[in-house]
């Protein structure tokens, strides 16, 4: 389930060549230009910054148009141009364009252009010139707004979501974004609160601790006494068919009609609950099974198998056997079930790419990796120039401190030494304090098989738990295997904190 100006002054059309022009840009044509083109072209006509376009889609949709048809709450193609009763960006779209609206929903090129033109007009709204529209950073309100959040936190946990995507790099194997440090211009989304450091703040949820509370709206589901008033026996995975942000928005919104008690995001396994457990979602499609079951959706699409990740599946099997241990569950496929599996389902979530066999490992504790290690910066494993400072200011520190260092143009990495076990695929976890004077943009280093390869954090939001960065294939040996660079053009401390290893 789920969700999701600088005008043109003329357009012409002719049917026998079946282009459509726009007065001053590239021409969009009934045969569509390879994606890269597509990007580019919208990039130039609108004077967007092209990476951060691809990001924008790519946070959205991974880059799949879905054959064209409308996510759960009514977004189009791989820009995500949403259409339903609260939001008009498609509708938008086609007025900036001249562009008719089947053709944004249908034509990949063209909803990218539709895309463009919508990001672009939320910059006008925002004064950006010329100069202003090359700094990537000063982007980030018109990005939040194009999330078409519910409130002021959706929208930044959506904008941060895009720029994560810059600092992390995308390469589909046709569209790249190279890894860059951008730093954000949050202006008035600064002050909203960040769902990301909810963790350790005291912002969570009462039924599961580990997840975020943010309460869908009260128009959405049944409130009730569960277990009391209905024995709680199932547990219901579901699919968004959208993006994180995009699903937690369309829960809040009122029009929705409805909800589902927790959401985990794709790339890290982070949780937010939306309906309180003893409450009734709407997400089964049977009054019968609401009333029986805790509803999941996870990120994503069901015909796209790259959002469903081994951060996901562990983070979603760590709170299913939470629920079961709590109400008493069988944990089995006979009361663990898909969307697709209710009676008189007519969604086909969790879909063919659902990995049942590890999920239910992971459920069961089968999945258990079968070693893993803890270094934190206080481990003899540790090493660090003098130029890192130590600091206990932060309560979100994993153990007693922690360390920090200004960024600097030189190699100057803290280093987290590991005996690994044996040559395999290792699960990579970093622990950091979050706090917005924090760097917005660290890289992590991690010592692979094939060399090292570097995956940039925001630090200034997240802090107080695990975060993955993927996985990764190590050799066999003692040596440092992950490090904590100084070399960022990202803005404040890096930090070095804790680094967990586990054998996939």
């Not at 008009?88 to 944004?104: F, N, S």
Request: glycine share 10%; hydrophobic share 40%.
């Amino acid at each position: 389930m789920t969700h999701r100006f600088a005008r043109l002054s003329a357009l012409a059309a002719s049917a026998v060549t079946a282009l459509v022009v726009l007065a001053g840009q590239p021409a969009v044509a009934d045969q569509e230009a390879p994606l890269p083109t597509a990007f580019d072209r919208a990039a130039a006509a609108r004077d967007v910054p092209r990476d951060l376009l691809v990001a924008v889609a790519y946070a959205e949709t991974h880059l799949d148009a879905h054959e064209g048809k409308p996510s759960a709450s009514g977004g189009y193609g791989v820009m995500h141009l949403v259409s339903n009763p609260t939001t008009h960006a498609l509708e938008k779209a086609a007025e900036l364009t001249g562009l008719p609206v089947e053709k944004l929903r249908g034509d990949t090129e063209a909803n990218i252009m539709g895309g463009a033109a919508v990001l672009r007009a939320y910059a006008d709204d925002l004064g950006l010139d010329e100069a202003a529209r090359k700094d990537t950073g000063r982007w980030y309100q018109a990005v939040a707004k194009y999330g078409n959040a519910s409130t002021p936190e959706v929208a930044r946990l959506y904008a941060d979501a895009v720029y994560e995507q810059l600092g992390l790099g995308i390469d589909t194997g046709g569209v790249v974004v190279k890894p860059q440090e951008v730093t954000a211009d949050r202006g008035q989304y600064a002050k909203a609160r960040d769902l990301n450091a909810a963790v350790g703040v005291g912002i969570l949820s009462a039924d599961y601790p580990p997840a975020n509370w943010v309460p869908a709206s009260s128009s959405n589901y049944t409130a009730s006494s569960r277990p009391s008033a209905y024995a709680i026996d199932r547990v219901v995975i579901h699919v968004t068919e959208g993006s994180y942000a995009g699903s937690i928005s369309w829960f809040q919104n009122p029009s929705a009609q409805v909800s589902a008690h927790y959401v985990v995001k794709s790339s890290n396994g982070e949780i937010t609950q939306m309906v309180r457990d003893k409450d009734i979602a709407w997400h089964a499609g049977n009054w019968t099974y609401n009333t029986r079951s805790i509803g999941i959706e996870h990120e994503g699409y069901v015909n796209n198998s790259s959002w469903f990740t081994d951060a996901m599946y562990r983070a979603s099997a760590a709170l299913t056997r939470a629920i079961c241990d709590k109400y008493g569950i069988p944990k089995d496929r006979s009361h663990i079930i898909g969307h697709n599996e209710v009676p008189g389902a007519t969604h086909t979530d969790p879909g063919s790419y659902w990995n049942w066999t590890t999920y239910m490992n992971y459920v069961t504790g089968g999945g258990t990796p079968s070693w893993s290690a803890t270094i934190d910066n206080s481990s003899a494993g540790f090493s660090a120039s003098s130029n890192w400072g130590t600091s206990s200011y932060s309560s979100q520190r994993y153990g007693a401190d922690y360390r920090f260092a200004n960024p600097v143009a030189a190699s100057d990495p803290a280093w987290y030494q590991a005996a690994i076990p044996s040559a395999g695929t290792y699960k990579v976890e970093v622990w950091y304090p979050a706090d917005p004077g924090y760097n917005s943009s660290a890289p992590y280093i991690v010592a692979t098989s094939s060399g090292n390869q570097t995956v940039y954090v925001d630090q200034r939001s997240g802090g107080g738990a695990w975060h993955s960065l993927g996985t990764f294939s190590l050799n066999a040996g003692t040596y440092n295997a992950v490090g904590v660079s100084r070399w960022t053009s990202g803005t404040g401390y890096v930090i070095a904190d804790a680094v967990r290893i586990s054998r996939v």
